[in-house]
């Protein structure tokens, strides 16, 4: 048997030393990673959230970072124009910044200054780059929608005709003599006075059939005869007067139950009549409908500037609305949902934020909000300085700006979002760039401004008007623009554009000899104009209006020529409509003028017997009312008369025997 | 899933032994905090930093953690008031707006009702139960190991080869 000896055991300390290896290996395969691989993954990120957002490939050159040092720096960001993927939309060199690691350790994202160097626009790509699938439109109608929709008459649109080929048009022709015999079944209106018509013949019957339910001849004869036998003067006591006033009443209740039945029957008509000036109106409407469609079938020009400007300038405006859209688009994507959905016209429920507690209801418990004294917003970007400077290297442009104060918190801070930015980009002969842009979301609504003028930039090939009947296009203009957007609450939109052409040069071609020459003579001699398009209200209902000094000189150039033609046109069009309805429209006026006679007639008659009937009724109760209080009086008088005379005959007759006992 | 293993056979071995209460009871003791802070806070992770570099027991505090995780939802209609009046505690409130606008200490959610209340009553609880833990342990080796060491079939385990197999082994590779 042996006999073991234990060791003994090793006191242990409190501290598991054989821990510490782990734990140190662990830190340095962190460290290894943020040393190796955080920057590409990063930079990865970057390019799959840019493609994601914007829709077009995104190209981090380099993105280096030191977590100690809490700095970031950015290389050559790329982002792909989705209209030209050989093209960069944007261009950035270098973006350098630093983290503030007191806010960090917060858990807030703060930048002091964020430096942007090196911007390009329309830069040449490596390679062509992705561009994602249109996405499918929402439900409500866009800025381009809009455009179209209430710039462009509606009936334009469906007539698919135009300012300047509807002249062309009409120069040839101008006569629809014939056409005007075949547009009876064209004519709307026509059908709606028949409708019309036949629902006021119904009527007309209803109203023979109700003027038979009002009280006959013989009724009104018979309440003359009750009347007549009912006494109203000298009752000999008061039962017979209390008779008498029963009976009168009873026939006032039933003069007064048919009065009432008349006076119903009269709202009623009244209603009906009421209703007649809605399809007068209607009919009026629809009139003016036909007309403007037979004006645009028979394509009679509408010379007027508004409609020049909108017919010439709807090509260069719509590209602009496009973008407005695109921005809205991506605006509600990433915008919190509560002003996501302000962009759609709903209400903002926010309200201002104030220093109390305010529990804010959990699925566990309740998270209290203390407030924030020395705090961050959670994210915070002070500066962003924007500036490069073209050189030999690269053609960069010639931009200095300042963007500040990019929060998710601006009543915090207490400060705007601002930003105001200047250059020229001199590789596209763009000069004068001046951007002062401000986002104020301090109080309850919103305010976005924005100012965005462009000293001058050179438009080539500007197609105004093409078609068969020919075209107007600019090849080379030198163009102002300045723009404004004011928006309140997201919701209430101000939006202004003012451009100015100048160095103008028309290269006008036309079928047409006379309209060639109208073009030639009005056009040839301007070389410079402007145009003003400017979209106000809300969103889903913008006003637009579209304004420029090269309508209104076509107006006068077309006026001349065309204003007597077209006044002829629009008469003879107006005169075959009015031939066409008014039969119609005078069988309407006839019916409804013998309904009112008729029914309005017997209606008022039957009231007017029954209202004296009744006033006689009520004017013989007060009378005979009257006469018994008068009867009354007297007999009561003459019966204190006989008393008062009674007593002193007894008096005097008592005084006399007193007399005679006394001997006197 | 091999570590947790490891270390509740740890643990059984460990309570089996005639030293190592204080380990046992601590992780024990901890696994309360553990159970009843939110997973993802600051005051797990100063925990879990503790009690992997102290020697608590791991098992202990991990199989305590997974148990008081039950009771904590049990207690939340408890924890839940607590917070509340500690939150609302108008002489309080100075301290919790500063402690709100000190750097990482917003991480321990301490301005969530129930993570306030459930912290008050863990850290209440944890020196009770640690003493209570302890003496448990020891009454257990006395009462039920000792008692199983005495009976037959005990000593005739251990009067095996495979004990002497079992014995050498641990003596080599155990803890």
């Known amino acids: ?664 | 899933m091999p570590i947790l293993m490891r270390q509740i056979i740890a643990l059984i071995r460990l309570l089996h032994s005639e030293t190592g209460q204080n380990q046992i009871a601590s992780g024990l003791a901890f696994g309360v905090f553990l159970g009843f802070a939110p997973f993802l806070s600051l005051q797990t992770l100063f925990v879990l930093i503790v009690v992997f570099f102290f020697r608590v027991q791991l098992g202990a505090a991990f199989l305590s953690a997974f148990f008081f995780k039950f009771v904590a939802f049990l207690l939340d209609p408890v924890a839940d008031p607590i917070g509340r009046a500690l939150l609302e505690q108008e002489s309080l409130r100075p301290i919790w707006t500063k402690m709100y606008n000190v750097p990482l200490l917003p991480m321990t959610r301490f301005n969530n009702s129930i993570v306030m209340g459930s912290f008050m009553i863990s850290l209440i609880l944890c020196p009770i139960l640690f003493f209570a833990f302890r003496s448990m342990i020891l009454k257990y080796r006395v009462a039920v190991v000792s008692h199983v060491e005495n009976t037959k079939v005990w000593k005739a385990l251990k009067a095996t080869k495979f004990y002497d197999w079992y014995q050498k082994y641990n003596n080599l590779y155990g803890a």
Not at chain 1, 185 to 199: C, G, M, R, T, Y
Not at chain 1, 206 to 218: D, F, G, I, S, Y
Not at chain 1, 313 to 326: E, I, Q, S
């Open chain 1, 1 to 664: 048997m042996s006999t073991e000896v234990s060791k003994p055991k090793k006191v242990q300390g409190p501290i598991r030393w054989n821990a510490i290896i782990p734990f140190i290996i662990v830190s340095l395969l962190v460290y290894i990673y943020f040393l190796l691989f955080f920057d590409l993954h990063m930079k990865k990120a970057i390019e799959w959230a840019g493609y994601k957002a914007l829709g077009a490939e995104v190209n981090v050159g380099e993105f280096k970072s030191s977590f100690l040092k809490g700095n970031v720096s950015i290389k050559k960001i790329e982002l792909t124009d989705s209209k030209q993927p050989e093209l960069n939309a944007l261009e950035l060199a270098d973006i350098r910044f630093d983290v503030n690691w007191d806010a960090l350790l917060r858990v807030k994202f703060v930048v002091e200054e964020i430096a942007v160097e090196g911007v390009q626009f329309k830069s040449k790509r490596s390679r062509p780059g992705k561009v994602a699938p249109p996405e499918p439109s929402d439900d409500g109608p866009g800025f381009v929608d809009q455009l179209q929709e209430k710039a462009m008459n509606k009936i334009d649109k469906e007539g698919e005709n135009n300012i300047l080929g509807d002249t062309a048009e009409f120069l040839k022709t101008g006569k629809f003599d014939a056409q005007l015999q075949n547009i009876q079944d064209q004519i709307v209106s026509k059908k709606l006075i028949a409708d019309i018509n036949s629902k006021w013949k119904t009527k007309q019957n209803e109203w023979n059939e109700k003027v038979k339910t009002l009280p006959t001849t013989e009724e009104l004869n018979s309440f003359k005869e009750r009347f007549g036998k009912i006494k109203f003067s000298n009752f000999s006591n008061l039962q017979e007067l209390d008779a008498s006033v029963k009976e009168a009443n009873t026939l006032l209740k039933d003069v007064e139950a048919r009065n009432k039945q008349v006076t119903d029957l009269k709202s009623q008509f009244d209603t009906d009549i009421k209703g007649l000036d809605s399809d007068y109106k209607s009919i009026n409407d629809q009139i003016k409908k036909d007309i403007d469609t037979l004006k645009s079938r028979f394509k009679i020009p509408k010379i007027d500037a508004a409609s020049f400007a909108k017919e010439l300038f709807m090509g260069y405006l719509t590209p602009y609305m496009a973008k407005l859209d695109r921005y809205k688009k991506t605006a509600q994507k990433y915008l919190p949902p509560k002003y996501a959905k302000m962009l759609d016209g709903d209400k903002q429920t926010a309200k201002p934020a104030d220093d109390t507690i305010q529990p804010l209801p959990r699925s566990e418990g309740v998270t209290y909000e203390f407030p924030v004294k020395n705090g961050y917003p959670l994210y915070w970007i002070q500066k962003v300085k924007v500036s490069s400077k073209s050189n030999a290297q690269a053609d960069y442009g010639d931009v200095n700006g300042l963007i500040s104060n990019i929060t998710s918190n601006q009543r915090q801070i207490g400060l705007p979002t601002t930003a105001k930015i200047e250059g020229d980009f001199n590789k596209f002969n763009v000069n004068g760039i001046k951007l002062n842009a401000m986002f104020d979301n301090r109080a309850v609504d919103s305010i976005i401004k924005t100012d965005f003028i462009v000293g001058s930039y050179f438009l080539e090939g500007l197609k105004l008007f093409e078609n068969k009947d020919g075209s107007i296009s600019i090849p080379k203009t030198k163009v102002s623009l300045d723009s404004t957007i004011n928006v309140v609450a997201l919701k209430n939109f101000d939006i202004r554009l003012n451009n100015v052409f100048n160095e103008v040069n028309f290269d006008i071609k036309a079928a047409d000899a006379t309209l060639n020459e109208i073009l030639q003579s009005t056009m040839g001699g301007i070389h410079s104009f402007d145009l003003e398009a400017s979209a106000k209200g809300e969103l889903k209902n913008l006003g637009i209006e579209i304004r420029s000094s090269l309508g209104r000189e076509l107006e006068k150039g077309f006026s001349n020529l065309l204003q007597n033609k077209v006044k002829e046109a629009n008469e003879k069009l107006q005169a075959t409509i009015n031939a066409e309805v008014g039969k119609l429209k005078a069988q309407l006026d006839d019916q409804v003028s013998a309904l009112k006679n008729q029914t309005q007639g017997e209606i008022k008659k039957v009231q007017n017997q029954i209202d004296d009937q009744k006033k006689q009724i009520e004017a013989k109760i007060a009378q005979a009312k009257n006469d018994f209080e008068n009867q009354a009086n007297k007999a009561k008088k003459d019966a204190e008369d006989k008393a008062k005379k009674q007593v002193e005959d007894e008096a005097k007759k008592k005084a006399d025997e007193l007399k005679k006992r006394l001997g006197l």
